[in-house]
């Protein structure tokens, strides 16, 4: 009987390369090992390369042997293999993560391998500062470099929580911006409830944005929040209009970029929903992103009978509650600003 002969199967092969691969590795790590014994860690770092710690970029679909080589091209390897044999051998179902790590002077192959597979990539901020409008938030992250996708869904006005957030190279900007409209409603909603005033015009989260964005415009300095806030409160209260300039820029402009000119009489007649000199009531929408401190001025005002307020000269605000005072201290107010004039012209 003629007997056939059995091919190796294609799992027999597959088998065969998993064991000569381990072999490989086993010798290269003992040789590496041998080396790093001898020579010390110049044996495989490369020699003064540790003096500092360096920056590594991790493509997503970066594979392990082309990391090992990039980490060999900014010098904190000298050669790629005992890295991958560490791989390898000790975290074979550890797969490392794109993005990008500040690796220390003092890691080690296991440190470096531990903190790709665990994702700790380098932790950057990016502040977003109050009173600035979307269009002008939209523009920061679109100018951030470190940043990866397009913005293709833009929020409604004011609904972005001015405010530190942390990301990673690469994130994407869409999200983040979509995190910050999160922030923004997870605030409203931790605030709302510790609500103090009465005022119907505030008797929506809505409306009590709308204000606190007019707040937010009119001063930046803490102390006077609360002030402001109860001369527009007092305003609604009694039918009269906001008469806020922040809100005739906004109309102007209609929130699409930053008015690079001081307002004129013409442009206080404005025809616009937003230009409260002659509309009676609330802007249908914010006019820019409030901060924390201006909605919470805005929901726990101070008692104040204040109607009226202009600048002082110094950054704040004088208060008055009657037209007459109001008047003696715009001309007051004229008169420092000429004065200031002249002298930034000396």
């Not at 904190?76 to 993560?97: G, I, N, R, T």
């Not at 999160?182 to 989260?205: F, I």
């Not at 402009?253 to 409260?276: A, Y």
Request: proline share 6%; glycine share 6%.
């Amino acid at each position: 009987m003629i007997s056939e002969s059995v091919q190796p199967s294609a799992s027999f092969f597959r088998a065969f390369f998993r064991r000569l691969t381990r072999v490989a590795l086993v010798v290269i790590t003992l040789s590496f090992s041998i080396l790093f014994i001898l020579h010390g860690p110049e044996g495989i770092f490369t020699k003064g390369s540790r003096n500092q710690d360096i920056t590594v970029f991790i493509k997503p679909g970066t594979s392990s042997f082309s990391i090992a080589e990039q980490l060999v091209q900014k010098g904190v390897l000298s050669y790629p293999w005992f890295f991958l044999a560490a791989q390898y051998l000790h975290y074979p179902k550890k797969k490392l993560k794109a993005g990008e790590y500040l690796i220390s002077k003092t890691a080690s192959p296991w440190a470096i391998i531990n903190q790709m597979s665990e994702g700790r990539t380098v932790i950057r901020k990016l502040t977003i500062p109050e009173g600035l409008m979307v269009s002008q938030i939209v523009s920061i992250l679109e100018n951030t470099d470190s940043l990866s996708g397009e913005i293709t869904s833009i929020p409604p006005e004011g609904t972005l929580l001015p405010e530190t957030y942390s990301y990673s190279y690469g994130d994407d900007r869409q999200k983040l911006l979509s995190n910050m409209q999160r922030a923004m409603t997870n605030l409203m909603n931790e605030l709302w409830p510790q609500k103090v005033s009465k005022n119907p015009h505030t008797a929506t989260p809505h409306h009590a944005l709308v204000l606190a964005s007019i707040v937010e415009k009119e001063t930046k300095l803490p102390t006077e929040r609360r002030r402001v806030a109860s001369v527009f409160l007092n305003r609604l209260k009694i039918g009269m209009r906001l008469q806020a300039d922040p809100t005739v820029i906004y109309a102007i402009t209609e929130g699409k970029h930053v008015l690079e000119r001081g307002l004129t009489k013409k442009d206080l007649q404005i025809e616009s929903p937003f230009n409260t000199y002659t509309v009676t009531g609330l802007p249908p929408s914010p006019i820019a992103c409030p901060g924390r401190a201006a909605i919470e001025a805005v929901l726990n005002p101070e008692t104040t009978k204040d109607l009226y307020f202009v600048a002082d000269g110094t950054g704040g605000h004088v208060f008055s509650s009657n037209l007459k005072d109001h008047n003696q201290r715009v001309t007051t107010w004229r008169k420092i600003s000429r004065r200031q004039t002249e002298e930034s012209k000396l």
